[in-house]
């Protein structure tokens, strides 16, 4: 069976780490919302929730204590055998999710004293066979060791963020933390691009804030949709689903709807 190793460029999955350390910047809701939008256009998506706040696993309305997750997986893989990420997966609105819950914050310490304790993860998705096109990572709000597993397992990585000062300055930081794991473990990683949420272009300080993330990384690495403030993406995710599921005219359905076809743009061809 074809196997996946990331940094290939080969046609076949993709590996996408959503990630910032910035805590409420959008990550799960990007990450859910732009993985309902692919399932609508036929593609087969697996999302890994990596943050024991297990906030993707709840907002798939998938109680936070299902068993095993990916806290048993890392950990079989790093002790005993090898795990199979396809035995956690739980199947929801179309959606295939390998759980996490919050045993999950303790594996940092765990797992310490592991050999190449960076590299678990992508073991563990070099095995997966290939009949998903694409692997969004919902990454937790910390540079630690789950979001270093995330990174070295990935592509790409995709960057929400709020249009705020001091989100812009923790871009920074990111960036120079990603040069060294680029460095020593990954260095085919790149940015697949920022995705502004909660945009509200009447605010001087989201426009202001756009203006210096064109100049610091280029107009190409900011994704022209905007996602606009939307309650109801709150909502949908208190329900426990999706935004097309939940309300397919709301304007957080079409941002995301958008965001997804500038997204597979990026793929064409490859
Ligand atoms: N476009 C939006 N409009 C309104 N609310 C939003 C929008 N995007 C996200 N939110 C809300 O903002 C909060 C933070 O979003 P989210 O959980 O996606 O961020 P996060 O980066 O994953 O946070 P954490 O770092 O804690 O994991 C959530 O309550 C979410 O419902
Ligand atoms: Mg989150």
């Known amino acids: 069976m074809e196997k996946h190793s990331a940094g290939d460029t080969a046609a076949g999955m993709k ?11 959008g990550k799960t809701t990007t990450t859910l919302n732009l993985a309902a939008a692919l399932r609508d256009q036929g593609k087969r998506v697996m999302l890994i929730d990596l943050d024991p ?17 990916i806290y048993h997986a890392l950990r079989q893989e790093a002790f005993e055998q ?16 390998v759980p996490s819950s919050i045993e999950l914050a303790g594996v940092e310490l ?3 004293s592991i050999y190449g304790r960076e590299q678990i993860l992508k073991q563990l998705l070099n095995r997966l066979p290939t009949p998903y096109d694409y692997v969004l990572i919902d990454c937790p709000p910390s540079m630690g060791m789950l979001t270093v597993n995330a ?4 592509d790409q990585f995709i960057m929400p963020l709020q249009a705020e000062f001091l989100p812009l300055k923790g871009v920074g ?22 995705v502004l949420t909660k945009y509200d272009h009447r605010k001087t300080m ?25 309650i109801a ?26 965001l997804a076809q500038e997204f597979l743009a990026k793929f064409k061809g490859s």
């Open 15 to 25: 590996i996408i780490s959503i990630v910032i350390q910035k805590g409420g910047s």
């Open 53 to 69: 706040q297990s906030n993707l696993t709840q907002s798939l309305g998938i109680g936070d204590e299902v068993e095993p997750n």
């Open 82 to 97: 090898a795990a199979v990420l396809e035995d956690l997966v739980q199947h929801c609105c179309g959606l295939d999710l």
């Open 110 to 112: 765990e797992l310490v």
């Open 151 to 154: 990174l070295v397992a990935s």
């Open 173 to 194: 930081s990111f960036m120079r933390h990603l040069e060294k794991i680029k460095k020593l473990m990954n260095p085919n990683i790149s940015l697949l691009g920022f």
């Open 206 to 230: 989201n426009r202001n804030v756009l203006e210096k993330l064109k100049e610091a990384y280029g107009e190409d690495k900011i994704f022209p949709t905007f996602i606009r403030t939307n």
């Open 233 to 258: 993406l709150v909502n949908a995710q208190e329900k426990g689903m999706d935004i097309f599921t939940f309300d397919k005219h709301s304007n957080g359905a079409k941002d995301y709807g958008q």
